[in-house]
Nanobody, 126 residues
Framework: QLQAYGGGLVQAGGSLRLSCLAT????????IGWFRQAPGKKREAVSC?????????YYADSVKGRFTISRNNAKNMAYLQMNSLKPEDTAVYYC????????????????????WGQGTLVTVSS
């Protein structure tokens, strides 16, 4: 099971850190991805991290340089640090897991992910 939390209301230019708690499975056997879905828009892959935490990918051009994905396998946690937030970052953010082999990161294809958290709402005001 995955549980995403840490969303909220923030002003443009502010920061939030989203957290994803994993329970009930071997966390370091899986890569973790963050996705988001804004109202009326398709779900979008934001970022992903491999099972070791050494390989990261950022799939939304708009977040590159502003968002940082990380994980702590000892705590079964993954994170998405979001800085310089913009109103267009407003969305429900989801974490998801995908099985990978060592040294391989996940792709932005949601079909690679077999378990999803419930989502946490991020609202950025202008």
């Amino acid at each position: 099971q995955l549980q995403a939390y840490g969303g909220g209301l923030v002003q443009a230019g502010g920061s939030l850190r989203l957290s994803c708690l994993a329970t009930g499975f071997s966390f370091d056997d899986y890569g973790i991805g963050w996705f988001r879905q804004a109202p009326g828009k398709k779900r979008e892959a934001v970022s992903c991290i491999d099972r070791s935490g050494h390989i990261t990918g950022y799939y939304a051009d708009s977040v590159k340089g502003r968002f940082t994905i990380s994980r702590n396998n000892a705590k079964n946690m993954a994170y998405l640090q979001m800085n310089s937030l913009k109103p267009e970052d407003t969305a429900v953010y989801y974490c998801a897991r995908g099985f990978t082999i060592v040294g391989v990161n996940l792709s932005p294809d949601p079909r690679e992910y077999d378990s999803w958290g419930q989502g946490t709402l991020v609202t950025v005001s202008s």
